[in-house]
């Protein structure tokens, strides 16, 4: 569980800055498409909208000087403000169930990596590193919805060792191997699966040998798929 925190931290780390780049003037994501001509009856109401999103960005710092009136991304500005005022609550619950001193302000992303200098501290309680596990990745998952992000899946060869379907794909982005099958639990009761539907066995880089040993694919062919750019069905 703690690696999956990890994983999941790190990405968001990499993507949550990639959240204000697009809401500078200018820039598009890449599933953008040109809006169409409001309505004549909706002006006050594009205004509105606009006033509220600027007020967002002013409180989370991410305000452009001089591009006030510039074309305001609302779902971008609610995807940041939701990830921030996520990770300020985790970062606090997480230091009152550990008996730590409330901690200092700071941005997302010192404190994403304050909560993972806590995570052995975490490991002590389960129910709490669940709940920061799911949190995290909500979040991350969020953020990379809203960047228009889809993750690269390549398929493995070879069966799961724990059930035995052809079911291995590769995730470089997170540089871990998982099993996509939905029945598929694993007998370590620290494992994710166990008590998470949406969760699936995970093997990381550290790994990998044991896998291959398992499962009859080869390091080399994960190794390759971790380079590989294409992005396959499940």
């Not at 690696?3 to 990639?18: G, H, K, M, N, T």
């Not at 550990?98 to 200098?117: D, H, T, Y």
Request: aromatic residues 2%.
């Amino acid at each position: 569980m703690l690696r999956d925190i990890a994983l999941w931290a790190a990405s968001l780390v990499r993507q949550f800055p990639e959240l204000s780049e697009e809401l500078a003037p200018g820039r598009r994501s890449p599933t953008a498409t040109a809006p169409a001509a409001p309505h004549p009856g909706r002006d006050e109401l594009i205004r509105e909208e606009r006033r509220e999103a600027l007020l967002l960005e002013q409180r989370h710092g991410l305000s452009v000087p001089g591009h006030g009136a510039a074309p305001i991304r609302l779902h971008i500005s609610d995807a940041i403000r939701d990830i921030t005022d996520g990770v300020v609550e985790l970062e606090e619950a997480v230091c009152a169930r550990l008996a730590l001193p409330r901690p200092p302000r700071a941005g997302v992303i010192e404190r994403l990596r304050r909560i993972v200098g806590l995570l052995d501290a975490v490991s002590a309680h389960p129910v709490l590193a669940r709940h920061v596990r799911d949190e995290i990745r909500r979040m991350a998952r969020r953020c990379a919805r809203t960047l228009g992000d889809t993750e690269t899946i390549v398929r493995v060869s070879g069966r799961c060792p724990w059930c035995d379907s052809v079911s291995l794909r590769a995730f470089p982005d997170r540089r871990a191997v998982l099993c996509v099958n939905p029945a598929c639990v694993c007998t370590d009761p620290a494992c994710g699966c166990q008590d998470d539907p949406a969760y699936r066995h995970l093997w990381p880089e550290d790994a990998w040998a044991g896998l291959t040993e398992a499962s009859g694919t080869r390091t080399e062919e994960i190794e390759a798929a971790m380079d590989d750019t294409k992005e396959t069905s499940c």
